[in-house]
């Protein structure tokens, strides 16, 4: 892309692009020489990051026998009113001086987008975000070339290519167009290496997952240490439908721009994500300098897990609602909004007390009945308000762990989850032109649409007044209702399922 200013002097540009949120923009690096004192100018709001390219580059062109240009070298980045992040820049930098120099071929340099950093050696190496570099190749038509990735994700309709080292270039395209990366979006199906078979004595414990994958719903857990509230919940993802492209493809992004393995979600497993209780409101949600997403959006289509929920800050759990109920993370700073996709299925866990023995029919509670009202505050609120489904794990008797007594394994549970979700949507197809389930907000309309029969009806509305219910807290009641009808084929919601829903609820008064 080279072009000659008004003054006659020659500038060469580069396709290549940074990383903002999960997401990458595009970037076009300008180049200029002119007579004067030599040195190398970075221009467009380039981070620190991006300004020590210049002595990456001096370094990498003397070590691979480039001539390093005896000018006054001017780099633009545009668009300039965007801040540019990362090392990325390294790589078009050096290809626009060194095609601008004339040491290289420009031939194949038009149609390509390049990103990755220069080692001193004059090595190319990887970079984060390799997936959004290539969603945005894609979508601008251009070949991706970069360094080779430790685990290669070569997407569909994208021409990616990795070298090795800047002197690939010298020979032409031809040299760095052989070393291209096949297209592997996705892997063979992992097989299951956790299975419900082996959690034995929570059978009850067992049907709320299920409940819970089916309807997409919060789910609460409340018990004593080892009761097996952690094997429950490393399971759930096991009896979730298989992800999606789309989810696929949106946490391959999160997951690239962070740096985390890409292996298992190349494998179809959804993401399981189990941040420890003393994580920041940043590191839970997304923040710092650059924005980066959080836990929140790493567990992107599929489970996060908050154990020891009475140890986390409150104000860090609240800060969990809009995700919750949007199923994204908006962040706002001085440069501008940042969107990161946080759909995920909630899992809560906690001991009854600071102890944890409260209840517990064997081993008496130690704490004061003032430690334990303001342990079991941080399991109210507005958030506990936005759980659908709360269950009391207790520790299974000697006899069957020692016998081994299996009861669902996961693959029985998985089929009812995918059973009730084929049922729910058939459902939602046949009324469709009856209720418009999204046209209202109000309590009564989204209840409507459940179809509950008479005596369903009669008996959500005596079990709120007698619990004083609030109007999510009925809504939310009346939707693990549909589900548990979801899960028995069931295409009117009766008395029955409600009182199911309302066990599961944890708010039953005598």
């Known amino acids: 892309m080279g072009r000659p200013t008004m003054s006659g002097r020659e500038v060469y540009a580069i ?15 300008e180049v200029s020489m002119a007579e004067g004192i030599p040195g190398i100018t970075i221009v467009g709001m380039p981070d620190s990051t991006v300004l020590e390219a210049r002595s990456r580059i001096r370094c990498a062109l003397r070590s ?7 000018k006054s070298i001017t780099v633009n980045l545009s668009p300039s009113d965007i801040k540019k992040t990362g090392s990325s820049l390294d790589l078009p930098i050096a290809v626009a001086i060194l095609a601008l120099s004339k040491q290289i071929p420009r031939e194949g340099l038009e149609g390509s987008l390049f990103f990755g950093e220069i080692a001193l050696d004059g090595s190319v190496l990887a970079t984060r975000g390799e997936v959004p570099y290539q969603i945005l190749a894609r979508e601008m038509g251009l070949d991706l070339v970069g360094g ?68 997409e719903h919060g789910l609460m857990m409340i018990g004593t240490p080892g009761a097996g509230k952690s094997m429950l919940a490393q399971r759930l993802c096991g009896i979730l439908p298989p992800i999606d492209d789309a989810e696929l493809l949106e946490a391959l992004s999160i997951h690239s721009v962070i740096g985390e393995p890409l292996e298992d979600l190349l494998c179809g497993r959804r993401p399981f ?13 997304g923040g710092n ?31 969990l609602r809009q995700p919750i109920e949007e199923g994204v993370v908006r962040i706002i700073r001085a440069d501008g909004s940042y969107l990161f996709p946080a759909r995920f299925q909630l899992l809560a866990a906690s001991n009854p007390c600071p102890c944890g023995y409260l ?30 489904i709360s269950i ?6 000697a006899e069957l762990i020692v016998q081994g007594s299996e009861g669902m394994s996961t693959a029985e549970m998985q089929a009812q989850v995918l059973e009730a979700r084929e049922f729910r949507s058939a459902r939602i197809r046949r009324a469709f032109h009856s209720f ?54 069931s295409a009117s919601v009766t008395s029955e399922h409600v009182l199911e829903a309302a066990m599961f609820q944890g708010r039953a008064r005598a």
């Open 436 to 489: 418009a389930a999204d046209a209202s907000t109000s309590a009564e309309a989204s209840i409507r649409t459940l179809e509950f029969d008479e005596d369903g009806q009669s008996t959500l509305l005596a079990y709120s007044k007698r619990n004083l219910l609030t109007a999510r807290g009925i809504v939310r009641l009346a939707r693990v209702a549909r589900t548990v009808a979801d899960l028995s084929h």
């Open 289 to 319: 300098r650059p924005v980066r997403p959080g836990e929140a959006s790493l567990a992107h289509g599929g489970v996060l897990f908050l154990e020891e929920m009475g140890e986390w800050p409150s104000h860090v759990l609240q800060m």
């Open 148 to 215: 080779e990735m430790g685990e290669p994700v070569s997407l569909p309709n994208v021409n990616r290519y990795y070298v090795q080292s800047i002197s690939a270039f010298r020979g032409g395209k031809d040299s760095w167009a052989a070393l291209r990366v096949q297209p592997q979006f996705r892997q063979r199906t992992p097989a299951v290496s956790l299975d419900y078979a082996d959690v034995v004595g929570q059978e009850i414990a067992k049907r709320g997952m299920v409940i819970a994958a089916a309807g």
């Open 359 to 388: 209840g517990d029919p064997e081993v008496e509670c130690r704490c004061t009945p003032a430690a334990v009202e303001r342990y079991q505050a941080k399991l109210s609120g507005p958030l506990a308000d936005r759980i659908d």
């Open 15 to 29: 396709h290549a692009a940074c990383i903002r949120g999960v997401e990458a923009f595009p970037v076009t690096v």
């Open 392 to 397: 009391s794990v207790m520790r299974p008797s």
């Open 273 to 285: 994500r189990r941040p420890h209780h003393s994580l920041s409101a940043a590191g839970l949600l």
């Open 64 to 70: 691979t026998s480039f001539e390093i240009p005896r």
